[in-house]
């Protein structure tokens, strides 16, 4: 039997260390390392985040392809806490690129393993994003500790970086922890549960609002322990009522059945809320400052807009900008960090101003509409126009702006923006490019939001970019005038 000549020793630097992994596959496969003379081998728990010398260049390797679900599928399943999985997935990268038809079998035994790791992943991370609970600690910053099954924490950290983008906050795990400063993920060593702040102030109103919508008519056990097993609760707050509320369950349902139908409450409607100012009484007066508008914009919630929204998005700019920019509302991202474009559609009006040659501090950003609209789809949040009574009421605070910024000209960046400023239906085909006035003689330019751009099928997106660019540039003497 030819026995092997030399064992290969790989080291990785974590036990999620993915760039290392794939480092060393590309160099093991370039170098015809079999999969048996492979040892695979993880940094001491010490040394992880201690400064080592920098590794000696190695020399390029020619490169090769894999099917995109494949990476995919093995990026998930290295953070399996399986102590052989890097084996595993080394030798199905192997067999990949030396079986071709292995890329067709779903019944391969590696293949299925790799699978099965890779969903366990999938579900440890979206148990993370479901049951991390931060809590206050001093500072202004917040704090929560979690305990993953798998090497899950920097692979979810980047959902909290944006779902909390305003946030800073911090989440221990007994492997590691992460830290957002509001600008940047940083990851440090692993910390204890006594690490972790206790029960604050705000947590006993949470478990008297968790207590008030159990449902016990809708109770099913077992799919509750599925969706949050047991082994979670030790963690969750809310945990200490599930039980007691389980076991009191089937006396609560029998008395919602005997007590008598409650009388439906009627929602005032918004059409009936007053929209004018002088309408308003004295004590919701406008306010003197942006400052001051943006609290007061933040309270409000006369349409249901601003119930389900997680801020408000108040304008950005200066008293006396030159030209105010209006869009229609608030998307995803505007939504999670408090500021107006700054999603894809804010990036191609970036890139605009850059052309035009337009300085930033002469500018103020804002949209007609200050709260996020949307509807879900699964976990996503697509973007949902606002109706003519939400974009009536929110006028007011559009016309508080328009006030205290006193710009000298407006550019409204879609029909719902060309609304609010003007008070009618605008076409926007065919008024694009003009100079519109509004009844107090403030100048608007017309043109389409950049985010009609992005969903534009044309052949040639750059020649409607150009064609934008010259519908703003007709505002460029505004810029331009002392």
């Not at 400052?289 to 700019?317: K, S, W």
């Not at 016309?399 to 605008?426: F, N, Y």
Request: net charge positive.
């Amino acid at each position: 039997m030819q026995t092997l000549e030399r064992r290969h020793t790989v080291r990785l630097a974590a036990p999620d260390d993915l760039a290392g992994f794939k480092a060393a596959v590309r160099r093991l496969v370039a170098q015809q390392v079999p999969p048996e003379a492979v040892q695979w081998q993880l940094a001491d728990a010490g040394d992880l985040f201690d400064d080592a010398p920098p590794a000696p260049d190695a020399d390029p390797v020619a490169p090769f392809r894999l099917p995109a679900g494949m990476v995919a599928l093995l990026e998930r399943a290295a953070l399996h806490r399986d102590r052989g999985r890097f084996a595993l997935l080394y030798r199905l990268v192997w067999r990949l690129l030396a079986e071709p038809g292995l890329r067709d079998d779903p019944l391969d035994a590696d293949r299925l393993l790799a699978e099965r790791m890779a969903r366990a992943v999938r579900r440890d991370m979206h148990k993370m994003t479901a049951f991390v609970r931060f809590r206050p600690v001093p500072g202004g910053r917040h704090m929560a500790w979690f305990e993953p099954e798998h090497h899950t924490l920097c692979a979810t950290a980047p959902f909290f970086a944006r779902r909390f983008a305003q946030m800073e906050w911090a989440i221990l795990t007994p492997e590691r922890s992460a830290q957002w400063d509001g600008h940047a993920l940083a990851f440090g060593p692993g910390a204890r549960r006594e690490d972790a702040p206790g029960p604050d102030a705000g947590e006993q109103l949470w478990l008297t609002y968790y207590a008030h919508i159990f449902n016990p008519a809708r109770l099913k056990p077992a799919m509750m322990q599925k969706e949050m097993p047991r082994r979670y609760w030790k963690n969750l707050p809310e945990a200490q009522l599930i039980t007691p509320l389980m076991h009191a369950a089937a006396q609560r349902s029998g008395r919602m059945v005997e007590e008598a139908a409650s009388d439906p409450q009627h929602r005032r409607p918004a059409a009936s809320i007053a929209l004018r100012l002088d309408q308003r009484p004295a004590e919701t007066a406008a306010p003197g400052t942006l400052d001051a508008l943006r609290l007061a914009t933040a309270q409000c919630r006369a349409c249901p807009i601003g119930q389900h929204a997680t801020q408000a998005v108040h304008g950005e700019g200066q008293p006396g900008a030159a030209l105010m920019l209006v869009g229609e509302q608030p998307g995803d991202q505007e939504d999670l960090r408090g500021q107006p474009f700054v999603g894809p559609a804010g990036q191609l009006l970036r890139r605009a101003l850059e052309q035009l040659g337009w300085s930033r501090e002469a500018l103020y950003l804002t949209n007609a509409v200050k709260h996020f609209k949307y509807e879900l789809r699964g976990k996503r949040r697509l973007h949902k126009t606002a109706g003519q009574k939400e974009a009536a009421i929110c006028s007011q605070w559009l016309e508080r702006e328009i006030g205290l910024v006193r710009p000298r000209a407006a550019v409204a960046l879609g029909a719902t923006a060309a609304r609010a400023l003007l008070g009618r239906a605008v076409p926007i085909g065919q008024t694009r490019g003009q100079w519109l006035r509004r009844a107090d003689g403030l100048p608007v330019l017309v043109t389409l939001h950049p985010a009609a751009l992005l969903r534009m099928d044309t052949p040639d997106p750059e020649a409607a970019f150009a064609d934008w660019l010259a519908d703003l540039r007709a505002a460029t003497p505004i810029m331009a005038a002392p």
